[in-house]
């Protein structure tokens, strides 16, 4: 099993940054590689399209408003990947309540690539996407 983790930190509340990210389906709203997310099975799943049209199927396993986290999996997607489980979470820096400590993590176990290609990939995904997040608060 593979695991990679990033982190950033947001000029904003944790809970401006969770309003904007906490919801299962909000991915559209701050991902740019994301540009649809529909929901199914009660809110539980979300279909998301790539910008290449890849479909990618994930389910939500943990959903923790008070704490600001949700963990989710890979249903299906065109990730050379299998057990795939992420967490997104939200949190207050040291007291400062203006500022948010984002963090993106996941585990998975590698599929015809070796562990470091598969880390190098989520890795930048995750990176790539906190920047982008962090690009929609001012400063």
Known sequence: MAY???????????????????GFDSLPDWLPYIPSSELSQG????????????AIVERLEVFN???RYYTYSIMEAPFP????????HVREIDGDSKTALV???????????????AINLFHGIY????????????K
């Open 65 to 67: 408003n008070k704490e």
């Open 4 to 22: 990679t983790t990033t982190t950033i930190e947001i000029p904003a509340s944790p809970d401006k940054v969770w309003g904007l990210i906490g």
């Open 103 to 117: 963090e993106w993590s996941g585990s998975f176990t590698p599929v015809g690539v070796s562990d470091e290609e």
């Open 127 to 138: 990176a790539d996407g906190l920047k982008a997040l962090k690009q929609t608060f001012p």
């Open 81 to 88: 990947i299998t057990d795939y489980l992420s967490t997104i």
């Open 43 to 54: 809110g539980r799943v979300r279909h998301l399209a790539n910008p290449d049209g890849n």
